[in-house]
């Protein structure tokens, strides 16, 4: 990582320099956008239209930084959802108890909940992919099951509804900036800023690319593991709150397609599944550009049950197209590198 | 002759013998549990999940995953029926399953592309490639739901075959379905392959150490490009199969199962990364996870614990090798 074996001190602006994945990601959310505003623009390039994009894409782009924090350690977290709806599914009771009686302390304590379930999933994950030694993909399917696994017994697979105090979370705006993704961007900051300024990030990177060269110059590889599962699981129910607010209920089984689409925005947007590389910055483009382009599908093709179908095809050949295009410009990076060095 | 304790480290055995003090346990509280009809069930319910079980185990066996498998039959036995519907295909049960069988190889080929020839991850290709079979289907195909009843003579004949008809003792037969008998078959065919050719060997090799596979002369490209176009072509022959059993062909079924499929193989002793898995360990993996989520009503346990006992058990599953390893290690050292 060239980006962390600088001596001197960064500049702010550095979390957001460019790189070959960052510069592709740009051009392929630049195209997209002049497209569907050619396309549509008495409805694409509205502000009505931003705003609605930008509600519908804060919770998934959380849930795509939790599983983004797992890749970069080489590990995976397939749990997010069910840790996101489990969190919600509690907080949602807890409201619904006190909806008459205390409102703004269940609101409150609704938060609460999230910061004690959130990091109890991600500490249970940790601990079976550090101490007990389980394959990560394994432990957090495991966990997967087990946390909605416990959301169904608790409702009995029922819709659990929320009350209207708790509505601003997902629905409300600043000067017309949707409160979800607002929050969205502010952690992403967060993260962005822990992974390349912190010695957790160092630490993260370098477990990532190779953990034994990391146990030995002396990292607690163990440790580094538990504190990236407890900040994804913390994240997750961060997601499920935000949910919770924008739909009013929580239900176990909610957004079941939201674990595989979150691991395809990582890896468009540049996060290596093998770890050790990739940046944040690449992760919100490449939400930005799936949110784009199925918005803009479901305007051009007007029916949105035939632009969902479209849609689901276009990610995958996205997917399967930017994995082609990666794999040939570090194929060419190579060739010219040992070019080179054959002349040198 | 083995010792116990040998016996024990082997993940068979031990899910084996789960499943028997399972049975024998839930036998107690209700008895009905035995009972011809109930085998037949718990048989039956087998049959789908384990058929994929045999295409996963050989992914898995060879380091890598493949989540697209569902998409892949879903695709093959779709396209197949609307074909029949549409008057193109003609009715006939094994021109059905050749053509699904063809469509799934087709698209296995197309996986083996990315992970054979490009070398790319296989979990990320095949999540590609899972959405885009999906998508492709829903929105150029078709997304309406078809009758088997009204459309197939041939394969409404096959959802109603039976393999087995035993007659109960207190009136009433109990059937066992056909299709488990292409359940066993495929298990016998996966078995041999895996043990007796060349091909099960270099499976076993790639898996386990690839590079040193290389260097022993095993070719990687060529064995990977017969695992994923196998998988396909076993994932069209099971989707056809499913649409026979559930006598409809709904385009948004079984999407949604291939986690529930990784987690019986790997519960049946097949290490995700590689190297490790057997055909027993496989189908006594599918048939504990079926056993514990169909028989919770038998106990008198609410169905919301499924799948919160199912989720216990791959933890469980999947801590018991880690632990085993390590017991190796300290016996070794």
Known sequence: MATLAQDKPKSWLSDLSLDGTIIRLFIIVAALFAIFSLARPDAFPTVRNLQSMAFQSAEIGILALAVALAMLTGGIDLSINSTANLTAVL???LLTNFKDTAPELAVVGAFLIALVIGPLCGAFNGFLVAHVGIPPILATLGTMTLFKGIGTVITKGAAIFAIPQFAFIGNGDILGIPIPFIIFLVVAALVGMMMSRTRYGFEVYLLGTNPLAARFSGINNRSVLMRTYITSGLLSALA?????????????????SYVLLTIMICVLGGINPAGGAGRMVGVVLALVAL????????????????ANFFKEAAWGATLLLVLVVELISARWKQRSRRKLKSEG | ??????????????????IVALSIFIGLVNPSFFSTANVFRILRATIIVGMFAMGVLIVLISGGI??????IAVFAMYVTVSLIRSGTLPDNLILSYILAALIGLGLGLFNAIFIAWLRLPTLI????????????????????????????????????????TVENPGGGVANLHLAFAFLIVLAVIVWLLLRYT??????????????AAERVGFNIRRTQFFIYAFVGLLAGITGLTFSALSREADPFSIVGIELDVIAAVVLGG????GGRGTVIGTLLGVLLITLMSSSLVLLGISSDWQRFVVGLLIIIGTTIPVLQARLRRRVAA
């Open chain 1, 240 to 256: 499920g709150l935000i949910s919770l607010g924008r739909t009013n209920a929580a239900r176990v089984d909610f957004g079941e």
């Open chain 2, 1 to 18: 002759m083995p010792s116990i304790r040998n016996l024990l480290m082997r993940q068979e055995v031990i899910i084996g013998l789960t």
């Open chain 2, 198 to 211: 060349m091909l099960g060997r270099s499976i076993y090799a790639i898996g386990g150490d690839r590079e």
């Open chain 2, 125 to 164: 290709v095949t999540l590609g490639t899972l959405s885009l079979f999906r998508g492709v289907l829903l929105f150029f195909v078709g997304s309406q739901r078809i009758r088997i009843a009204e459309v197939s003579p041939s394969l409404t004949e096959l959802s109603r075959a039976n393999l087995l």
């Open chain 1, 91 to 93: 907080a949602a009771l």
């Open chain 2, 270 to 273: 097949a290490s995700i990364t």
């Open chain 2, 66 to 71: 493949d989540v697209s498998f569902p998409a």
């Open chain 1, 291 to 306: 949110q784009l382009l199925s918005t803009g599908m479901n305007m051009v093709l007007f029916t949105s049950s035939g």
